[in-house]
C-alpha cells in the first residue's frame, strides 16, 4: 500500500472554475501535510501547509484536512490557465524527518 | 516564502567525470536537507537525507559511494556524483528545511547530462 496516494489525473478543468484535488496517507500518525505545484521541466514549490483539521484558506487556495479519515483536499477557486501543473500532496510523520511525496496530479485548466 | 539557491542550473559533464552540485539555503538555517532525482515525466525519488554535521542517510538502493552528500554547515550541503554515466542523467533538485514538521523549500534543481 502506497503511503500517499494522489490521482494522477490528467484533472481538466474550465477557466474559472473550482479545481479539486484530493490526497489519502496511510500513517495515521501523520502530524504535519503540504501541497506543492510543480511545473514541467521545473522544482516544486510550496502552496499551502496544514496541520490541524479543518479548511485553510490563502487567496484562492484552500487546504483541507481531515485526520479522522487520513484526507487532504486542495482546492483552486478561479482556475487560471497558468494553473495547469502537476500537485504535489506531502505528508510528515511525527518524528520522521522526510516528507513522503504522492505521485502527483496533473491539472489542466482550459481556456 | 524561503529561498533554496541550487549551482549550477545545468552542467554537461563526461562519462567518468565527477559533478558537484551545491545546495544553500539563503535565508534560514537548515538542520536537515535532502536530495531528490526526478527522471522525466515520473515521481520525485528521493535520494538521501542530511543533517549538518552528520553522515547522510541514504534511501535503499542509493549508492552512498557513487553519490557523496556533504553537510558542512547549516546552510550548505553538496551533492557530488562520482565517475558519472550516461544513466545517471537526471534532473537533482534539493530541499531544505528548518525543522523536523516544518515546510520544506526547494532548490531550483540541477539538470545533469552526461555524455
Given at each position: 500500500q502506497k503511503e500517499v496516494e494522489q490521482n494522477s489525473g490528467p484533472l481538466s478543468v474550465p477557466e474559472g472554475a473550482i479545481a479539486s484535488l484530493n490526497c489519502t496517507y496511510s500513517?495515521?500518525?501523520?502530524?504535519s501535510f503540504f501541497w506543492y505545484r510543480q511545473y514541467s521541466g521545473k522544482s516544486p514549490e510550496l502552496i499551502m501547509s496544514i496541520y490541524s483539521n479543518g479548511d485553510k484558506e490563502d487567496g484562492r487556495f484552500t487546504a483541507q484536512l481531515n485526520k479522522a479519515s487520513q484526507y487532504v483536499s486542495l482546492l483552486i477557486r478561479?482556475?487560471?490557465?497558468?494553473?495547469s501543473a502537476t500537485y504535489l500532496c506531502a505528508v510528515n510523520g511525527w518524528g520522521f524527518q522526510k516528507l513522503v511525496f504522492g505521485t502527483g496530479t496533473r491539472l489542466l485548466v482550459s481556456p | 516564502g524561503a529561498v533554496v539557491s541550487q549551482h549550477p542550473s545545468w552542467v554537461i559533464c563526461k562519462s567518468g567525470t565527477s559533478v558537484k552540485i551545491e545546495c544553500r539555503s539563503l535565508d534560514f538555517q537548515a538542520t536537515t536537507m535532502f536530495w531528490y532525482r526526478q527522471f522525466p515525466k515520473q515521481s520525485l525519488m528521493l535520494m538521501a537525507t542530511s543533517n549538518e554535521g552528520s553522515k547522510a542517510t541514504y534511501e535503499q538502493g542509493v549508492e552512498k559511494d557513487k553519490f557523496l552528500i556533504n553537510h558542512a554547515s547549516l546552510t550548505l550541503s553538496t551533492l557530488t556524483v562520482t565517475?558519472?554515466?550516461?544513466?545517471?542523467s537526471s534532473f537533482y533538485i534539493c530541499s531544505a528545511r528548518v525543522s523536523m514538521n516544518t515546510e520544506a523549500f526547494f532548490g531550483q534543481g540541477t539538470r545533469l547530462t552526461v555524455v
Open positions: 500513517d495515521r500518525g501523520s502530524q478561479d482556475s487560471q490557465p497558468s494553473d | 565517475s558519472a554515466h550516461p544513466e545517471d
